[in-house]
């Protein structure tokens, strides 16, 4: 023996191979996590997390953990406004899990998983716009049933009647578009069952540059209330999203 261990190929080098090339599993998270009031959702010193309804995979790099024989993954705030409402809290936002949900902006699909594992009962139809970003939303909508995206304007409601015949419980869009608030009322008016939420993520820059931000969610709130549309909650998405706030309302 020259003390340099086995030889290349001999059993000690397969082995190390065979290692290397186990799927490993996800670490089970510290202690001190609790179900958060949102369903399939925790909060933990990872930050808030989903129940993964496709344990295994990853949408957006986020890390995996095993919690009571489930996958949970972590929620990026700074890479979603719902995960930043999931942190900061709301006391409007609520869901049962079997929601239908008409997303407008679905963008490449990262809010739209969470969204998934949330209303895992419940169906999610998400639509986009740009190619490019259906084209990831796609690959997301492949491994999740209750995902169903359109390829579409969010102004062009004509299409998604016939994939959301009986309204939708909840209506969410991110947009960044001068009209967000009437391309939101319009789908409200559309499809927001009677006692259903809408969410709207305003973004003030996207409406204009020259005004104080505060003046535009003033106006862009006022324009919801004339509607017809209870505000329930303004939310500022600081220090996750800069100039943005989330309005949630309630079709009376």
């Not at 069952?193 to 003033?218: C, H, N, Q």
């Not at 709130?221 to 505000?231: A, C, H, M, P, W």
Request: glycine share 10%.
């Amino acid at each position: 023996m020259n003390g340099r261990g086995p030889p290349r190929g001999g059993p000690g080098r397969r082995v190390r191979k065979a290692e290397e090339k186990a799927p490993r599993s996800p670490p089970a998270p510290a202690r001190g996590y609790v179900r958060h009031a949102f369903p399939h959702t925790w909060r933990s010193p990872y930050g808030v997390l989903t129940e993964n309804s496709v344990p295994g995979t990853k949408v957006y790099g986020e890390r995996l953990f095993m919690h009571e024989g489930k996958e949970l993954r972590t929620w990026n705030p700074r890479r979603s406004k719902l995960g930043a409402i999931a942190i900061l809290g709301s006391n409007a936002l609520k869901f049962e899990g079997n929601e239908t949900i008409l997303y407008l902006g679905a963008a490449s699909g990262t809010t739209v998983s969470h969204l998934s594992d949330i209303v895992a009962g419940g169906s999610v139809v998400a639509v986009e716009k740009s190619i490019r970003s259906f084209r990831d939303l796609l690959n997301v909508a492949r491994m999740r049933r209750n995902i169903h995206p359109v390829l579409s304007d969010a102004r062009e409601t004509d299409t998604l009647v016939p994939i959301i015949p009986g309204g939708a419980d909840m209506v969410y869009q991110d947009v960044a578009q001068r009209d967000q608030a009437q391309i939101f009322l319009d789908a409200c008016d559309r499809f927001l069952k009677p006692g259903g939420l809408g969410v709207l993520m305003v973004k003030a820059r996207s409406i204009t540059v020259s005004r104080d931000t505060k003046e535009v969610f003033d106006e862009v709130e006022g324009q919801l209330r004339d509607s017809g549309l209870k505000v329930w909650e303004r939310k500022n998405l600081e220090p996750f999203e800069a100039d943005h706030v989330a309005m949630v309302v309630n079709r009376p």
